[in-house]
């Protein structure tokens, strides 16, 4: 069990290149030759070699490298009830022109979560720490989950459900503060995530400050989006 304090002076986002096994095995998965058991094995070996190497090279931060996941946002939102993804026609443009072939995701209804794939996710990783290593995850903020769903192509289908914007913004703070709850209650000692932002904080006072970050960035993603 790790007892560094974060943040730390230098760090790294912690997506990395998949190795050539890994990628068989999820397209071997996607075409069925192998079952969601035989893929995750195969991800959890590759888990275990890369933060073996991160270790080695003398990192503090230890990550899963986004090797359970199909794009570093989209599959955090997939793990909400109420948004579904299919395989994409023509691909997302938003590089260059350059179609990207991922899934293209959209919202059924309106978006809840009992138990998010992500919460054990991180469970695996933060089983890898020891005393000189951190595990973190990178998630999507509330700005960006507000912004995906509200912009030009799927506002429509947001109102459509929600009514308003403010509405959808009102549920997206929800869910970020359970989801929170979820990491706090199951992975998260909360000495060390107290320590980030100083040891006479409150868990009261920690949430109350991320709920007003939250909606500050969300205003300013809505502001950006009409403007």
Known sequence: MSKLHTPFRYDYVGSFL???RLKKARADYESGKINKAELTAVEDDCIRELVAKVKELGYHVITDGEFRRSTWHLDFMWGFNGVEHRKTVDGNTTFDA???MIDDTYMVGKVSVKSHPFVEHFKFVKALEDENTVAKQTIPSPGQFY?????????????????TEEAFAEDVLRLTMNLLLKYMQQVVEI???MTVYGAEWSIQNLLLHLQEEAVR???STRSLCLS
Request: glycine share 6%.
């Open 191 to 193: 000495f060390s995530l």
């Open 18 to 20: 998949r190795p050539e």
């Open 147 to 163: 912004a995906y769903f509200t912009g030009a192509e799927l506002l429509a289908d947001t109102l459509a459900i929600y009514g």
């Open 98 to 100: 350059e179609a990207a």
């Open 217 to 219: 960035l969300l205003k």
